[in-house]
């Protein structure tokens, strides 16, 4: 069985946030263009397309800087962080794009070492696919899920358990039907063997999420 995770970023007060935890704010007004769409049911499946000028704010909260500044659409790394992906032969960041610092706030202090060079790093969108049922999926209504992008309104899940049969190799992906980024154990592993910062792996068997909560509060009651 391959293992997975849903890569995070560390939870405020955490031990890898006070660490190297480091967050990207995009410039206020910055460009953006058409995102990525189902061609079946035309749902946006992801945000706003950043378009150049890349320039961000970095808050820094940790000892050190983090090699990882932001989880979404796009991933904001460390020079060191871009050696370590190209030098391990990991796969599924389509492209490294310097990112301009244009302020930094210093949460806890300023770390030590001089400030690193940024990267944005777009993920790929893979056809890897996420086993909704396994993965306890609970849906509004499931008769109006798309073939396609194998979505609609969502309530929650329990897990992200990838169909390992449709996995097509990259090592960090946003997958087919789910939520992401999604890594290997291989990129798990080149992380923690280099000993980057500013990102934390969940399993995906305990990466569940409920878009509804107050149902069940509700029924608590």
């Not at 769409?37 to 749902?43: L, V, Y």
């Not at 940790?62 to 992906?85: N, P």
């Not at 909704?132 to 929650?156: H, Y």
Request: glycine share 8%; charged share 25%; aromatic share 12%.
């Amino acid at each position: 069985m391959i293992q997975f995770y849903q890569l995070q970023q560390p939870k405020a007060g955490s031990p890898e946030d006070r660490d190297g935890r480091s967050d990207a704010l995009k410039e206020e007004g910055n460009n953006t263009g058409e995102g990525v769409r189902c061609p079946t049911c035309n749902r946006p499946l992801s945000m706003l397309k950043w378009l150049p000028p890349f320039r961000v704010e970095l808050e820094s909260w940790g000892k050190h800087y983090g090699d990882i500044a932001d989880v979404g659409d796009d991933l904001i790394v460390s020079e060191r962080f871009r050696q370590v992906f190209e030098n391990s032969g990991l796969q599924g960041l389509v492209s490294f794009e310097p990112v301009v610092i244009i302020k930094v706030l210093y949460r806890r202090g300023k770390p030590k070492e001089p400030l690193p060079r940024y990267f944005k790093a777009a993920v790929v969108r893979s056809t890897t696919t996420i086993n909704q049922e396994a993965s306890g999926f609970v849906w509004e209504n499931v008769a109006k899920i798309c073939p396609e992008c194998l979505f609609d309104t969502l309530k929650r899940y329990q897990a992200l358990i990838i169909k390992e049969e449709t996995w097509t190799g990259e090592d960090i992906f946003f997958p087919r039907g789910g939520h992401g980024p999604i890594v290997s154990e291989r990129f798990k592993n080149v992380f923690d063997k280099n000993r980057m910062l500013g990102a934390v792996f969940i399993p995906v068997e305990e990466a569940g999420y409920d878009n509804f909560p107050w149902e069940a509060q509700a029924e608590s009651t």
